[in-house]
Protein backbone atom coordinates (compact mmCIF):
# COMPACT_ATOMS: atom_id res chain seq x y z
CA UNK A 1 0.00 0.00 0.00
CA UNK A 2 1.62 3.36 -1.18
CA UNK A 3 2.48 6.37 1.45
CA UNK A 4 -0.40 9.50 1.11
CA UNK A 5 1.10 12.87 1.24
CA UNK A 6 1.37 13.79 4.78
CA UNK A 7 -1.49 16.29 4.15
CA UNK A 8 -3.62 13.11 3.53
CA UNK A 9 -2.51 10.72 5.87
CA UNK A 10 -4.52 9.44 8.54
CA UNK A 11 -3.98 9.44 12.19
CA UNK A 12 -4.73 6.03 13.07
CA UNK A 13 -3.99 2.80 11.82
CA UNK A 14 0.05 1.07 12.22
CA UNK A 15 1.16 4.06 10.08
CA UNK A 16 -0.95 6.99 11.74
CA UNK A 17 2.02 7.93 14.41
CA UNK A 18 4.51 7.96 12.12
CA UNK A 19 2.70 10.48 10.11
CA UNK A 20 1.75 12.29 13.42
CA UNK A 21 5.07 12.40 14.42
CA UNK A 22 6.82 15.20 12.09
CA UNK A 23 3.64 17.51 11.85
CA UNK A 24 3.77 17.13 16.18
CA UNK A 25 7.41 18.29 16.02
CA UNK A 26 5.42 21.43 13.74
CA UNK A 27 3.01 21.95 16.48
CA UNK A 28 5.11 22.22 19.46
CA UNK A 29 7.31 24.02 17.83
CA UNK A 30 4.31 26.51 16.86
CA UNK A 31 2.87 26.34 20.26
CA UNK A 32 6.52 27.80 21.88
CA UNK A 33 6.55 30.83 19.36
CA UNK A 34 3.53 31.83 19.57
CA UNK A 35 3.48 31.63 23.16
CA UNK A 36 6.59 33.51 22.98
CA UNK A 37 5.30 36.02 20.84
CA UNK A 38 2.78 36.64 23.20
CA UNK A 39 4.81 36.67 26.56
CA UNK A 40 2.03 37.48 28.99
CA UNK A 41 -1.17 35.69 29.53
CA UNK A 42 -3.39 37.12 26.70
CA UNK A 43 -2.23 39.07 23.58
CA UNK A 44 -2.20 42.88 23.92
CA UNK A 45 -4.12 45.12 21.92
CA UNK A 46 -7.52 44.05 22.10
CA UNK A 47 -10.15 42.51 20.05
CA UNK A 48 -9.39 44.19 16.73
CA UNK A 49 -5.87 43.88 16.83
CA UNK A 50 -6.12 40.01 17.58
CA UNK A 51 -8.96 39.73 14.59
CA UNK A 52 -6.50 41.56 12.30
CA UNK A 53 -3.58 39.35 13.16
CA UNK A 54 -5.49 36.09 12.31
CA UNK A 55 -7.39 37.45 9.61
CA UNK A 56 -3.46 38.47 8.28
CA UNK A 57 -2.27 34.78 9.04
CA UNK A 58 -5.38 33.03 7.32
CA UNK A 59 -5.50 34.78 4.27
CA UNK A 60 -6.24 33.37 1.55
CA UNK A 61 -8.00 30.50 4.04
CA UNK A 62 -9.04 28.08 1.16
CA UNK A 63 -6.00 28.89 -1.51
CA UNK A 64 -6.71 26.94 -5.12
CA UNK A 65 -3.45 25.48 -4.01
CA UNK A 66 -2.65 24.89 -0.34
CA UNK A 67 0.61 25.75 1.19
CA UNK A 68 0.86 21.99 2.89
CA UNK A 69 0.31 21.04 6.09
CA UNK A 70 3.76 22.39 7.51
CA UNK A 71 3.15 26.07 7.02
CA UNK A 72 -0.67 25.46 7.58
CA UNK A 73 0.15 24.15 11.01
CA UNK A 74 3.10 26.42 11.89
CA UNK A 75 1.19 29.55 10.59
CA UNK A 76 -1.87 28.99 12.42
CA UNK A 77 -1.01 27.54 15.61
CA UNK A 78 1.47 29.71 16.02
CA UNK A 79 -1.05 32.59 15.33
CA UNK A 80 -3.73 30.69 17.90
CA UNK A 81 -1.04 30.29 20.99
CA UNK A 82 0.09 34.43 20.28
CA UNK A 83 -3.53 35.31 20.29
CA UNK A 84 -3.96 32.91 23.25
CA UNK A 85 -5.20 33.19 26.60
CA UNK A 86 -3.36 31.02 28.54
CA UNK A 87 -4.63 29.41 31.92
CA UNK A 88 -1.36 28.65 32.39
CA UNK A 89 0.15 31.93 33.31
CA UNK A 90 -0.39 33.19 37.38
CA UNK A 91 -1.48 36.16 35.90
CA UNK A 92 -4.35 34.56 33.74
CA UNK A 93 -6.64 33.99 36.40
CA UNK A 94 -10.16 35.02 35.28
CA UNK A 95 -12.12 32.08 34.95
CA UNK A 96 -12.70 28.61 35.48
CA UNK A 97 -10.19 27.59 32.75
CA UNK A 98 -7.58 25.45 33.79
CA UNK A 99 -4.47 24.80 32.59
CA UNK A 100 -4.36 21.28 31.61
CA UNK A 101 -1.68 18.97 32.97
CA UNK A 102 0.66 17.72 29.89
CA UNK A 103 -0.35 14.42 30.84
CA UNK A 104 -4.23 14.74 30.33
CA UNK A 105 -3.52 16.79 26.91
CA UNK A 106 -0.96 14.21 25.70
CA UNK A 107 -3.77 11.50 26.44
CA UNK A 108 -6.28 13.54 24.80
CA UNK A 109 -4.02 13.11 21.67
CA UNK A 110 -4.67 9.42 21.87
CA UNK A 111 -8.23 10.04 21.85
CA UNK A 112 -8.29 12.22 18.76
CA UNK A 113 -5.92 10.22 16.59
CA UNK A 114 -8.21 7.01 17.44
CA UNK A 115 -11.56 8.34 17.19
CA UNK A 116 -13.68 6.45 18.89
CA UNK A 117 -17.55 7.49 19.01
CA UNK A 118 -19.30 6.55 22.17
CA UNK A 119 -22.51 5.89 20.86
CA UNK A 120 -22.38 2.26 19.83
CA UNK A 121 -19.93 -0.16 21.20
CA UNK A 122 -18.75 -1.06 17.66
CA UNK A 123 -17.34 1.96 17.44
CA UNK A 124 -15.57 2.39 20.60
CA UNK A 125 -15.11 -1.00 22.23
CA UNK A 126 -12.28 -0.22 24.78
CA UNK A 127 -12.80 3.68 25.34
CA UNK A 128 -16.71 2.07 26.20
CA UNK A 129 -15.42 -0.35 28.26
CA UNK A 130 -13.11 2.55 29.64
CA UNK A 131 -15.90 5.53 30.59
CA UNK A 132 -17.95 2.72 32.37
CA UNK A 133 -14.66 2.04 35.00
CA UNK A 134 -14.36 5.77 35.26
CA UNK A 135 -17.48 6.81 35.82
CA UNK A 136 -17.76 4.03 38.77
CA UNK A 137 -14.97 5.10 40.33
CA UNK A 138 -15.53 8.75 40.12
CA UNK A 139 -19.17 8.18 41.55
CA UNK A 140 -18.02 6.14 44.14
CA UNK A 141 -15.72 9.05 45.62
CA UNK A 142 -19.47 10.90 45.89
CA UNK A 143 -21.42 8.06 47.10
CA UNK A 144 -18.92 5.75 48.86
CA UNK A 145 -21.64 3.94 50.83
CA UNK A 146 -23.84 3.39 47.72
CA UNK A 147 -23.80 -0.36 45.92
CA UNK A 148 -23.40 0.57 42.47
CA UNK A 149 -23.04 4.31 42.06
CA UNK A 150 -22.36 5.74 38.20
CA UNK A 151 -21.66 8.41 36.36
CA UNK A 152 -22.48 9.98 32.95
CA UNK A 153 -19.78 11.59 30.82
CA UNK A 154 -20.39 15.63 29.75
CA UNK A 155 -19.85 18.28 28.59
CA UNK A 156 -19.87 20.09 31.32
CA UNK A 157 -21.21 21.76 34.31
CA UNK A 158 -23.80 23.02 32.20
CA UNK A 159 -24.84 19.67 30.62
CA UNK A 160 -24.84 18.10 33.65
CA UNK A 161 -27.06 20.55 35.75
CA UNK A 162 -29.47 20.24 32.59
CA UNK A 163 -29.24 16.44 32.97
CA UNK A 164 -29.53 16.42 36.81
CA UNK A 165 -33.11 18.43 36.17
CA UNK A 166 -34.21 16.74 33.48
CA UNK A 167 -33.84 13.28 35.83
CA UNK A 168 -35.91 15.50 38.44
CA UNK A 169 -38.57 16.28 35.58
CA UNK A 170 -38.72 12.28 34.58
CA UNK A 171 -39.12 10.95 37.79
CA UNK A 172 -41.87 13.17 38.62
CA UNK A 173 -43.74 11.96 35.81
CA UNK A 174 -44.31 8.75 37.44
CA UNK A 175 -46.88 10.43 39.69
CA UNK A 176 -49.63 11.28 37.02
CA UNK A 177 -51.98 14.50 37.68
CA UNK A 178 -49.35 16.68 39.84
CA UNK A 179 -48.23 20.03 38.42
CA UNK A 180 -44.76 20.78 37.01
CA UNK A 181 -41.35 20.29 38.45
CA UNK A 182 -40.30 23.33 40.43
CA UNK A 183 -36.88 24.21 40.80
CA UNK A 184 -35.71 26.39 43.92
CA UNK A 185 -32.54 27.41 43.68
CA UNK A 186 -30.43 30.87 45.39
CA UNK A 187 -29.00 33.55 43.81
CA UNK A 188 -25.66 32.04 43.97
CA UNK A 189 -26.61 29.53 41.54
CA UNK A 190 -25.09 28.94 37.90
CA UNK A 191 -27.02 30.43 35.14
CA UNK A 192 -27.67 27.27 33.30
CA UNK A 193 -30.11 25.70 35.86
CA UNK A 194 -32.16 28.72 34.60
CA UNK A 195 -31.70 28.26 30.98
CA UNK A 196 -32.29 24.49 31.53
CA UNK A 197 -35.77 25.22 32.99
CA UNK A 198 -36.48 27.07 29.99
CA UNK A 199 -35.00 24.36 27.54
CA UNK A 200 -37.22 21.77 29.44
CA UNK A 201 -40.42 23.88 29.71
CA UNK A 202 -40.51 24.01 33.19
CA UNK A 203 -41.32 27.33 35.51
CA UNK A 204 -38.59 30.12 36.11
CA UNK A 205 -36.71 28.97 39.08
CA UNK A 206 -37.86 30.18 42.41
CA UNK A 207 -34.68 32.26 43.10
CA UNK A 208 -34.06 33.40 46.63
CA UNK A 209 -32.01 35.69 48.19
CA UNK A 210 -28.46 34.82 49.08
CA UNK A 211 -27.25 37.98 50.45
CA UNK A 212 -23.83 36.23 52.33
CA UNK A 213 -23.38 33.96 49.13
CA UNK A 214 -24.80 30.91 50.17
CA UNK A 215 -28.14 29.43 50.79
CA UNK A 216 -29.46 29.47 54.22
CA UNK A 217 -31.52 26.32 55.01
CA UNK A 218 -34.29 29.10 56.74
CA UNK A 219 -34.98 30.61 54.00
CA UNK A 220 -34.91 27.34 51.79
CA UNK A 221 -37.49 26.29 54.51
CA UNK A 222 -39.92 28.93 54.35
CA UNK A 223 -40.05 28.57 50.99
CA UNK A 224 -40.56 25.08 50.27
CA UNK A 225 -43.32 25.61 53.21
CA UNK A 226 -44.97 28.64 51.14
CA UNK A 227 -44.97 26.29 48.15
CA UNK A 228 -46.70 23.25 50.04
CA UNK A 229 -49.88 24.24 47.85
CA UNK A 230 -47.85 23.65 45.15
CA UNK A 231 -49.17 20.29 43.38
CA UNK A 232 -45.74 19.42 41.42
CA UNK A 233 -42.71 18.00 42.50
CA UNK A 234 -39.76 20.15 43.70
CA UNK A 235 -36.30 19.68 43.50
CA UNK A 236 -33.80 22.20 45.16
CA UNK A 237 -30.62 22.62 43.83
CA UNK A 238 -27.53 23.49 46.04
CA UNK A 239 -24.05 24.96 44.95
CA UNK A 240 -20.66 23.69 45.96
CA UNK A 241 -18.83 26.11 44.07
CA UNK A 242 -20.00 29.02 43.03
CA UNK A 243 -18.85 31.09 39.72
CA UNK A 244 -18.65 34.40 41.53
CA UNK A 245 -16.67 33.52 44.70
CA UNK A 246 -16.54 29.80 45.01
CA UNK A 247 -19.08 29.48 48.30
CA UNK A 248 -20.26 26.02 49.35
CA UNK A 249 -24.00 26.28 50.49
CA UNK A 250 -24.35 24.35 53.64
CA UNK A 251 -25.08 21.04 52.41
CA UNK A 252 -25.92 18.96 55.12
CA UNK A 253 -28.49 21.46 56.59
CA UNK A 254 -30.15 21.91 52.99
CA UNK A 255 -30.35 18.00 53.04
CA UNK A 256 -32.00 18.12 55.81
CA UNK A 257 -34.51 20.99 54.98
CA UNK A 258 -35.30 18.89 51.24
CA UNK A 259 -35.81 15.80 53.11
CA UNK A 260 -38.27 17.24 56.05
CA UNK A 261 -40.48 19.32 52.72
CA UNK A 262 -40.08 15.90 50.49
CA UNK A 263 -38.43 17.66 47.49
CA UNK A 264 -35.16 16.67 45.46
CA UNK A 265 -31.93 17.22 45.71
CA UNK A 266 -29.71 18.04 43.10
CA UNK A 267 -25.81 19.62 43.75
CA UNK A 268 -23.82 21.64 41.38
CA UNK A 269 -20.99 20.66 41.99
CA UNK A 270 -19.10 21.34 39.18
CA UNK A 271 -16.13 23.66 40.95
CA UNK A 272 -16.04 22.19 44.23
CA UNK A 273 -16.51 18.61 43.44
CA UNK A 274 -12.54 18.15 43.58
CA UNK A 275 -12.27 18.63 47.26
CA UNK A 276 -13.17 14.83 47.13
CA UNK A 277 -9.51 14.12 46.12
CA UNK A 278 -7.89 15.90 49.13
CA UNK A 279 -7.60 14.39 52.72
CA UNK A 280 -7.65 18.21 54.09
CA UNK A 281 -10.49 19.97 52.21
CA UNK A 282 -12.64 16.71 51.19
CA UNK A 283 -14.67 17.52 54.84
CA UNK A 284 -16.10 20.80 53.15
CA UNK A 285 -18.17 18.47 50.96
CA UNK A 286 -19.74 16.96 53.55
CA UNK A 287 -23.98 16.05 52.42
CA UNK A 288 -22.65 16.15 49.03
CA UNK A 289 -23.62 12.15 49.19
CA UNK A 290 -26.95 12.60 49.83
CA UNK A 291 -28.11 14.31 46.49
CA UNK A 292 -30.09 12.72 44.24
CA UNK A 293 -27.90 13.73 41.82
CA UNK A 294 -24.16 15.81 41.62
CA UNK A 295 -22.71 17.86 38.96
CA UNK A 296 -19.11 17.18 38.66
CA UNK A 297 -16.67 19.03 36.45
CA UNK A 298 -12.82 18.39 36.07
CA UNK A 299 -12.00 20.62 32.95
CA UNK A 300 -11.84 23.10 36.48
CA UNK A 301 -10.18 22.12 39.02
CA UNK A 302 -9.08 19.56 37.76
CA UNK A 303 -6.88 20.27 35.05
CA UNK A 304 -8.25 18.23 31.97
CA UNK A 305 -8.22 19.59 28.69
CA UNK A 306 -12.05 20.74 27.79
CA UNK A 307 -14.36 19.07 28.20
CA UNK A 308 -14.49 17.09 31.21
CA UNK A 309 -17.81 16.98 33.16
CA UNK A 310 -19.72 14.09 34.91
CA UNK A 311 -23.50 13.32 36.44
CA UNK A 312 -22.73 11.40 39.76
CA UNK A 313 -25.88 8.82 40.78
CA UNK A 314 -26.12 7.19 43.57
CA UNK A 315 -27.81 3.98 41.78
CA UNK A 316 -28.09 3.85 37.78
CA UNK A 317 -32.12 2.75 37.97
CA UNK A 318 -31.54 6.91 38.34
CA UNK A 319 -30.63 6.93 34.80
CA UNK A 320 -33.65 4.75 33.49
CA UNK A 321 -34.99 7.74 31.76
CA UNK A 322 -32.48 8.37 29.34
CA UNK A 323 -33.35 4.93 27.47
CA UNK A 324 -33.59 5.46 23.73
CA UNK A 325 -33.56 3.62 21.31
CA UNK A 326 -32.33 3.29 17.56
CA UNK A 327 -31.75 0.07 15.38
CA UNK A 328 -28.71 1.03 13.81
CA UNK A 329 -26.77 2.05 17.42
CA UNK A 330 -28.42 -0.20 19.71
CA UNK A 331 -31.14 -2.45 18.46
CA UNK A 332 -33.00 -4.62 20.92
CA UNK A 333 -31.22 -7.98 20.11
CA UNK A 334 -27.76 -6.56 20.02
CA UNK A 335 -28.21 -5.25 23.74
CA UNK A 336 -29.82 -8.66 24.72
CA UNK A 337 -26.86 -10.61 22.79
CA UNK A 338 -24.61 -8.53 25.35
CA UNK A 339 -23.52 -5.43 23.55
CA UNK A 340 -23.28 -2.11 25.69
CA UNK A 341 -26.09 0.52 25.47
CA UNK A 342 -24.32 3.52 25.10
CA UNK A 343 -26.98 5.89 23.75
CA UNK A 344 -28.75 5.83 26.98
CA UNK A 345 -25.97 7.07 28.08
CA UNK A 346 -26.16 10.71 26.89
CA UNK A 347 -28.32 13.26 24.96
CA UNK A 348 -25.67 13.86 22.61
CA UNK A 349 -25.51 10.42 20.07
CA UNK A 350 -21.46 11.06 18.50
CA UNK A 351 -19.50 11.24 21.50
CA UNK A 352 -15.39 11.72 22.01
CA UNK A 353 -14.29 9.69 24.52
CA UNK A 354 -12.75 12.09 27.00
CA UNK A 355 -12.66 10.10 29.84
CA UNK A 356 -9.53 8.77 28.14
CA UNK A 357 -7.54 11.82 29.76
CA UNK A 358 -9.68 11.33 32.88
CA UNK A 359 -8.85 8.15 33.25
CA UNK A 360 -5.07 8.18 32.90
CA UNK A 361 -4.95 11.04 35.03
CA UNK A 362 -6.69 9.06 37.81
CA UNK A 363 -4.02 5.82 37.27
CA UNK A 364 -0.67 8.48 36.67
CA UNK A 365 -1.61 10.55 39.94
CA UNK A 366 -3.92 8.44 42.25
CA UNK A 367 -6.01 10.35 44.43
CA UNK A 368 -3.51 11.94 46.73
CA UNK A 369 -1.69 13.12 43.71
CA UNK A 370 -4.69 15.26 42.95
CA UNK A 371 -5.12 15.95 46.45
CA UNK A 372 -2.18 17.50 46.74
CA UNK A 373 -2.48 19.46 43.31
CA UNK A 374 -5.94 20.87 44.79
CA UNK A 375 -4.43 21.75 48.31
CA UNK A 376 -1.38 23.75 46.37
CA UNK A 377 -4.32 25.58 44.51
CA UNK A 378 -6.62 26.12 47.37
CA UNK A 379 -3.17 27.48 49.84
CA UNK A 380 -1.83 29.82 46.73
CA UNK A 381 -5.70 31.44 47.11
CA UNK A 382 -5.07 31.80 50.96
CA UNK A 383 -1.62 33.42 50.23
CA UNK A 384 -3.34 36.10 47.93
CA UNK A 385 -5.77 36.56 50.38
CA UNK A 386 -2.98 36.79 53.05
CA UNK A 387 -0.98 39.52 50.32
CA UNK A 388 -4.77 41.82 50.12
CA UNK A 389 -5.28 41.93 53.88
CA UNK A 390 -1.66 42.85 54.82
CA UNK A 391 -1.86 45.69 51.47
CA UNK A 392 -3.10 49.38 52.99
CA UNK A 393 -4.74 49.57 49.50
CA UNK A 394 -6.39 47.04 48.96
CA UNK A 395 -10.35 45.64 50.33
CA UNK A 396 -10.52 41.86 50.72
CA UNK A 397 -14.01 40.51 50.47
CA UNK A 398 -14.32 37.55 52.34
CA UNK A 399 -11.61 34.48 52.96
CA UNK A 400 -11.62 32.28 50.10
CA UNK A 401 -13.31 28.86 50.60
CA UNK A 402 -11.67 27.90 47.54
CA UNK A 403 -9.46 29.22 44.86
CA UNK A 404 -11.48 32.42 44.33
CA UNK A 405 -10.04 35.81 45.78
CA UNK A 406 -12.76 38.55 45.61
CA UNK A 407 -10.83 42.08 46.46
CA UNK A 408 -10.76 45.43 44.70
CA UNK A 409 -8.59 49.15 45.61
CA UNK A 410 -9.36 51.20 47.91
CA UNK A 411 -11.82 53.76 47.28
CA UNK A 412 -12.10 52.53 43.38
CA UNK A 413 -15.64 52.84 42.10
CA UNK A 414 -17.47 50.19 39.69
CA UNK A 415 -16.40 52.49 37.02
CA UNK A 416 -13.21 52.88 37.96
CA UNK A 417 -12.65 49.07 38.88
CA UNK A 418 -13.94 48.31 35.00
CA UNK A 419 -11.90 50.16 33.69
CA UNK A 420 -8.61 48.46 35.80
CA UNK A 421 -9.79 45.53 34.24
CA UNK A 422 -10.55 46.24 30.78
CA UNK A 423 -7.03 47.78 30.75
CA UNK A 424 -5.11 45.31 32.18
CA UNK A 425 -6.96 43.27 29.28
CA UNK A 426 -6.01 45.57 26.34
CA UNK A 427 -2.40 45.44 27.61
CA UNK A 428 -2.30 41.78 27.99
CA UNK A 429 -0.76 42.30 31.66
CA UNK A 430 -3.51 40.31 33.53
CA UNK A 431 -6.52 38.45 33.29
CA UNK A 432 -8.83 39.12 36.06
CA UNK A 433 -12.40 38.45 36.26
CA UNK A 434 -15.19 40.54 37.72
CA UNK A 435 -17.94 39.83 40.13
CA UNK A 436 -21.01 41.76 41.32
CA UNK A 437 -22.13 41.04 45.08
CA UNK A 438 -24.62 43.53 47.34
CA UNK A 439 -21.48 45.43 48.32
CA UNK A 440 -20.57 46.72 45.12
CA UNK A 441 -18.28 45.26 42.22
CA UNK A 442 -14.87 43.17 42.88
CA UNK A 443 -12.32 41.92 40.87
CA UNK A 444 -12.09 38.23 40.88
CA UNK A 445 -9.01 36.28 40.66
CA UNK A 446 -9.84 32.40 40.21
CA UNK A 447 -6.38 30.50 40.92
CA UNK A 448 -6.82 27.63 39.08
CA UNK A 449 -2.52 27.10 38.42
CA UNK A 450 -1.57 24.79 41.45
CA UNK A 451 2.17 25.69 40.31
CA UNK A 452 1.58 29.36 41.17
CA UNK A 453 4.28 31.20 43.40
CA UNK A 454 3.78 33.78 45.88
CA UNK A 455 5.82 36.44 43.88
CA UNK A 456 3.50 36.04 41.05
CA UNK A 457 0.58 37.01 42.85
CA UNK A 458 2.29 39.88 44.47
CA UNK A 459 3.42 40.34 40.85
CA UNK A 460 -0.43 41.06 40.34
CA UNK A 461 -0.95 42.91 42.53
CA UNK A 462 1.37 45.21 41.57
CA UNK A 463 -0.09 45.23 37.92
CA UNK A 464 -3.57 46.16 39.53
CA UNK A 465 -2.17 48.93 41.51
CA UNK A 466 -0.04 50.43 38.99
CA UNK A 467 -3.49 51.36 36.87
CA UNK A 468 -5.52 52.43 39.83
CA UNK A 469 -6.27 56.02 40.07
CA UNK A 470 -4.33 57.69 43.14
Avoid at 103 to 116: E, G, K, Q, R, W
Avoid at 142 to 160: I, R
Avoid at 283 to 289: E, I
Avoid at 372 to 377: F, G, I, N, P
Amino acid sequence: MSVPPAGTALAGGTHGPRALRPLLDTVLDALTTGAEDRAGPLPPGGPEAVARAVRDACHPLLPEHGTGPHVALRTLVHTLAAGAADPADPHCAAHLHCPPLALATAADLAATALNPSLDSWDQAPAASALEALTGHALAALVYPHAPAPDALVTTGGTESNQLGILLAREAAAHHPGTGPLQIVCGANAHHSLHRSAWLLGLPEPVTLPTPNGILTPDTVHTCLANLAGHTGPVLLAATAGTTDAGAIDPLPALADVADRHGARLHIDAAYGGPLLFSDTHRAALDGLSRAHTVALDLHKLGWQPVAAGLLAVPDPATLAPLAHQADYLNADDDTEAGLPDLLSRSLRTTRRPDVLKIAVTLKALGRHGLGDLVDRTLAAAQTLADLIEAHPRYQLHSRPTLSTVLFRPVGADDTALAAIRRTLLIDGRAVLGRATTPTGLWLKATLLNPHTQPGDLSTLLTLVEGHTPR
